[in-house]
């Protein structure tokens, strides 16, 4: 305050007010609404479980109720350490008891709080208005027509889900789905092996059909979602609408436009 005029010229020329404190003191904050988070101790490593690194595993749920048990069965059987393992749920325009029995089955789980029950679970509920895409059956959801509004439903929701449930201390995330019938119990640790940002299974589908009045025994590859982009893909993609959804590897015009 008793500064001469060119004295706070002389003052203020450092682009921004400085701070005169005692560099023997300690600056502690006290304030409980400022949350300080460290993320250099949080790594990914190829010795995950060795060096305590946490993993959260996503699964978004819609009329789920029939798969929740097998699921389950699944999950307890990995043999990566649970007490390392979050568990994060959505739960979204469901018309079933999905809700009712994917608690019954954290309850069957978590109640034992031994080696098999995880370190903690998240629940989110929320409808995205799926509308007339939950209502199809299975042949019409994974029609080429159906691709564009079922695809931008399900980005929303695992959005959703990985916002709400993911964690500073978590080192990785893996998605899976509900429906998965058999996995093998060390695929975290085989994911994890491979030291990638992002690596996807391939998923292989096994069913009995009839046909031409016989049951035959159907197999093949399923999961359409994950694709390396064509040169002939990313040049069609920078010439639409942001809003324009491709859905590539699914039928021999897949690179016909999918308006929504």
């Not at 500064?3 to 003052?11: E, R, V």
């Not at 203020?12 to 993320?39: G, R, W, Y």
Request: glycine share 4%; with cysteine; aromatic share 10%.
């Amino acid at each position: 305050m008793e500064m001469s005029a060119n004295d706070a010229i002389n003052w203020n020329a450092h682009l921004q007010t400085p701070v005169v404190f005692n560099h023997h003191e300690p600056l502690v904050v006290n304030s409980t609404t400022i949350k300080h988070v460290d993320m250099n101790p949080i790594v990914s490593t190829t010795n995950a479980a060795s060096n305590g690194e946490r993993v959260l595993i996503l699964t978004p749920l819609r009329d789920a109720a029939p798969y929740l048990n097998k699921h389950f069965d699944l999950l307890s059987q990995l043999t990566y350490p649970h007490q390392l393992i979050d568990l994060g749920f959505l739960v979204g325009d469901s018309t079933d008891d999905t809700m009712a029995v994917l608690s019954a089955e954290l309850e069957r789980i978590q109640k034992r709080q031994d080696s098999v029950s995880f370190n903690s679970v998240l629940i989110v509920e929320k409808d995205f208005g799926a509308g007339e895409v939950a209502g199809m059956d299975v042949e019409d959801r994974h029609s080429f027509k159906a691709q564009g509004p079922r695809r931008k439903a399900m980005g929303r929701a695992r959005n959703y889900l990985l916002y709400a449930a993911m964690k500073p201390e978590h080192a990785w995330v893996y998605w899976r789905d509900v429906d998965i019938v058999d996995s093998p119990k060390g695929i975290l640790e085989d994911f994890i092996a491979h030291d990638k940002d992002v690596i996807v299974p391939n998923v292989w589908f096994h069913k009995y059909e009839m046909r031409n009045g016989k049951e035959e025994d159907i197999e093949g590859r399923f999961d359409y979602n994950s694709w390396v982009e064509s040169d002939k893909g990313r040049k069609l993609a920078a010439s639409l609408s942001p809003d324009t959804v491709l859905a590539e590897g699914m039928f021999d015009d897949f690179y016909r436009k999918c308006q929504c």
